[in-house]
């Protein structure tokens, strides 16, 4: 079984590595790909270029085997569908169950997604069920989700498609908003982030990090 967790990773952090080792873990993947958006449909342009945010998380998941850092969606032109790149992934390994992995706000609003529903169709959904992040889920969703839900990992390994699970993971209250906004107010994000990260920060001069030291 093969995993997809995929983002802006502007920049990666602590808290992005930790969840997606416990989905690792828990559903005994053979590897994770991790992979940066080159244009999010739902959010603005990140804060810095894909090279550099390909560059960061790279450094961030050296040493962990099971994760792949994939730049497909950096080689497609326009907006970064997932659907398409699950449509993607599962072209380059046929026969293997694929898995989905998104955040709960992002599960939340999957119905704006482009060819939501479809989704399905190629992969298992796996949500990052964390205690903190709540939500409303929208009548759409939650019709949609009936009959879909898998209890455990063995479910979803029982079918090549198309069910979804809720992961609990370690509870990390990091967002990439708030290590962004740390930094342009002159404060250090060490211990939110990989150290060879914050060093390639630093190095670069990236999100007006320029004059940290710590």
């Known amino acids: 079984m093969v995993g997809m967790f995929g983002g802006t990773f502007d920049p990666v952090h602590n808290a992005h590595l930790r969840v997606a080792l416990d989905v690792v873990e828990a559903g005994d993947l053979e590897r994770l790909h991790l992979i940066p958006c080159h244009v999010p449909p739902h959010r603005g342009d990140p804060d ?8 960061m ?15 497909r969606e950096l080689q497609r032109d326009g907006p970064s569908y997932t659907v398409d790149t699950l449509r993607s992934l599962h072209a380059d390994a046929a026969g293997v169950h694929l898995v989905l992995v998104v955040g709960t706000d ?4 999957l119905p704006r997604w482009h060819q939501w529903r479809e989704l399905v169709e190629w992969a298992h959904v796996v949500v990052l069920e964390r205690p ?11 019709s949609w989700l009936q009959g879909r839900r898998a209890e455990n990992w063995t479910e979803l390994r029982e079918a ?6 809720f992961q609990p ?3 990390m209250a990091v967002s990439a908003t708030d290590v962004r906004a740390r930094m342009r107010a002159g404060r250090s994000p060490r211990y939110l982030l990989p150290d060879p990260v914050w060093d390639y920060i630093r190095e670069h001069g990236l999100y007006g990090a320029g004059r940290q030291v710590g």
């Open 48 to 55: 810095v270029t894909a090279e550099h945010r390909l560059a």
């Open 57 to 71: 998380l790279k450094r961030a998941a050296a040493g962990e085997p099971r994760f792949l850092v994939d730049d």
């Open 106 to 109: 992002s599960f939340l609003s």
């Open 132 to 142: 903190f992040a709540v939500g409303n889920m929208p009548s759409t969703l939650e």
């Open 160 to 165: 090549p498609a198309g069910r979804v699970l």
């Open 169 to 171: 993971v370690t509870p």
